[in-house]
């Protein structure tokens, strides 16, 4: 905190080889440059991977949302669709250092949390070869739709742990280093179908709608009928859970955190 003005910052500590920064301050100079509001980044040691930012508060959507009133919550949502549509728009061969595409073998790899770590180590499930088959078929069909997407900048967690509630340019987004060229249904699906929130069915066609009906006027490449943009956005966030589970259950047997598994059953 300032001893002069009161303002306060954050300092990064990242110490290498575990963790790298660069990639944090590649998107961030990319989102920045975009219009997109993320920590300022007041001073940089890359070589001791320590960064001092810009203080975005300490309320998240998700602790937001859990108190909101409906009115609130629609205002939240309101803010949020609007930065996305504004991310979306970034041309992310901007970037310094080049992003990496969300291919096939980057789902694939995501997809494979869920059998390995879920299914297998949590579940202790083993799979008979019927069960097995099924589940590819499955595996293939997500995949092949991702992929037939058109191709956006990704923050790849847009979710309401990652939004920031802010008196300007609301919200304030973290947690975006990992950021890729990816299919365009995928951070909608991070946003309405979070792995810690729930909303019910008719709530959500709605923020989708007003998120695709921005986007269209955007100038995004989003499809021209809603219900089959619906259906991928549908498709890309079972995907997503799918890796979650596996994220989930790995958290915990790996890294010894068991609390999220009280968010496996969403």
């Known amino acids: 905190r300032s001893a002069t003005t ?9 110490p290498p080889p575990k963790e790298d920064v660069r990639p944090f301050l590649n998107v961030g100079r990319l989102l920045t440059a975009g219009g997109t509001n ?44 609007a930065a996305l549509v504004q991310l979306q728009q970034i041309d992310p061969a901007q970037a310094q250092t080049p992003l990496a595409r969300y291919d096939a073998t980057l789902l694939r790899r995501e997809i494979d949390l869920f059998p390995e770590w879920y299914l297998g180590r949590h579940c202790k499930i083993e799979l008979s070869v019927d069960e097995r088959n099924s589940l590819e078929r499955i595996y293939a069909t997500l995949i092949a739709s991702a992929l037939a997407q058109p191709t956006v900048l990704v923050h790849r967690d847009y979710m309401p742990r990652n939004l920031m509630v802010t008196t300007e340019r609301n919200p304030g ?35 989708v709608a007003r998120y695709w009906d921005q986007a269209r006027k955007a100038g995004l490449p989003v499809r021209e009928d809603f219900s089959e943009f619906y259906r991928e956005f549908e498709w890309m966030g079972l995907q997503r859970h799918l890796k979650v589970l596996g994220i989930f259950a790995r958290i915990n047997y790996r890294d010894g955190k068991p609390h999220y598994l009280a968010d496996t059953p969403r």
């Open 6 to 14: 009161g303002a306060t910052a954050i300092v990064m500590d990242a």
């Open 38 to 81: 993320v920590p300022a980044v007041y001073a940089a040691d890359e070589a001791r991977g320590l960064l001092l930012l810009g203080d975005l508060g300490n309320t998240t959507y998700l602790r937001a949302l859990a108190d909101a009133t409906a009115g609130e919550r629609q205002h939240l949502f309101a803010d949020a669709i």
């Open 173 to 207: 987004v973290l947690d975006f280093q990992d950021a890729v060229v990816g299919p365009i249904s995928y951070d909608v699906a991070s946003l309405m179908r979070d792995a810690f929130l729930s909303w019910e069915e008719p709530q959500v066609i709605d923020w």
